[in-house]
């Protein structure tokens, strides 16, 4: 079969692989669809700068992954061939506390083994998984969509889950790319009447008001702050979400919060720079650290998107087949449109 590997100083490597078997408690699905995240631009395809559960182990790169199981190994007890499945895409030990709570993302174990990062992941042909982390794909979702759920609108999903969104809350999305639109348009849809979307990149905004994913657009500049507060009543947002991962976009998450609000991050890299008694001990925030999600949460939010009619695919901008690997990552990290996507039909 195909696989895509990155060698880093953004280059792609399409080569020839065996095919996978399915040891116990395995299966082999066969890939079609594989989005790219930030996170393998940053840490992987610009260079290796990845350490622990973040270093690439040159394996097939991927780790958004999702298609149709084609093989099961002996021992597999609830999925079968023909099943359409997302890839949560960390296997972790299975028995220590994170693993049993579902955050396999959060296994500190040896045995823990992302897809794309340190085992084969999805931009092949075919994805050899562990039983354990597959979510079953409801019909009326597409391949694309459950590629999308496997890392970007999950890590979105959880982080409105942690503050607790509902109708009470407006919210703010500091960067609107891929992991910004998925919050703003699951903010939406969980009841959020004011959605609040800030970015560098003015085609970035134009995308995510054109998607329904914010209501109100704001450059990130020095006025930010004052259009937040203008449209808010002065107040700022119950809850807001950093999806920027840039020290000035946390800092303008945690300042546009309301009084007693919540703020998340989950833009990845970095440092947070405040004063801290003005940004967070008077005005009583309370702050989250979110990474991904759990595999419960994942087919919860499944399940959700058949219920409110939202498909994630509508944030993908770009589609490539695997041959186009090189282009495919090109366009992700020129970072001025919404998710790419490896489809492989
Ligand atoms: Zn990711
Ligand atoms: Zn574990």
Not at 131 to 148: I, N, Q
Not at 182 to 195: E, K
Not at 315 to 326: C, M
Request: aromatic share 4%; proline share 4%.
């Amino acid at each position: 079969m195909r696989g895509v590997f990155l060698p880093g100083n953004r280059e792609t490597e399409l080569r020839e692989v065996p095919d996978p078997t399915p040891g116990h408690g395995q299966v082999v699905v066969r890939m079609r669809a594989s989005t790219i995240c930030g996170s393998d631009i940053r840490a992987i395809y610009r260079e290796h700068l990845g350490t622990g559960a973040e270093a690439y182990r040159g394996v097939v790169a991927g780790h958004e992954p999702c298609g149709e199981i084609v093989e099961v190994g002996p021992g597999c007890r609830r999925f079968g061939v023909g099943d359409r499945v997302v890839l949560y895409h960390i296997a972790g030990c299975g028995l220590c506390a994170d693993c049993r709570a579902g955050y396999m993302i959060s296994c500190t174990s040896p045995l823990r083994a992302a897809y794309g990062w340190q085992r084969d992941g999805g931009h092949a042909d075919y994805l050899l998984a562990e039983e354990s982390t597959c979510v079953p794909l409801p019909d009326a979702l597409t391949f694309v969509d459950g590629a999308c759920v496997a890392c970007g609108f999950g890590t979105a999903y959880e982080a409105l889950c942690r503050a607790g969104v509902s109708g009470r809350d407006a919210v703010l999305i500091t960067g609107t790319g891929p992991v910004g639109l998925a919050a703003g348009l699951l903010a939406g849809r969980m009841g959020a009447p004011l959605r609040i979307g800030l970015d560098v990149e003015a085609s970035r905004l134009e995308l995510a008001m054109s998607l329904g994913a914010i209501d109100v657009a704001v450059a990130a500049d020095d006025d930010a702050l004052d259009a937040i507060h203008n449209a808010t009543g002065g107040h700022g947002c119950e809850v807001s979400v950093d999806a920027s991962g840039s020290a000035a976009g946390r800092r303008t998450a945690l300042l546009g919060t309301r009084h007693h609000g919540r703020c998340v991050l989950v833009g990845e890299g970095g440092r947070l720079e405040i004063d801290v008694s003005p940004a967070l001990i008077h005005p009583a925030i309370t702050l989250h650290g979110s990474w991904v999600t759990s595999v419960g949460r994942m087919e919860e939010l499944v399940h959700n998107l058949v219920r409110w009619d939202l498909h994630p695919d509508v944030t993908v901008t770009d589609r490539f087949g695997l041959d186009s690997a090189t282009d495919a990552y090109a366009v992700a990290d020129a970072a001025r449109g919404g998710k790419v996507a490896i489809a492989m039909g």
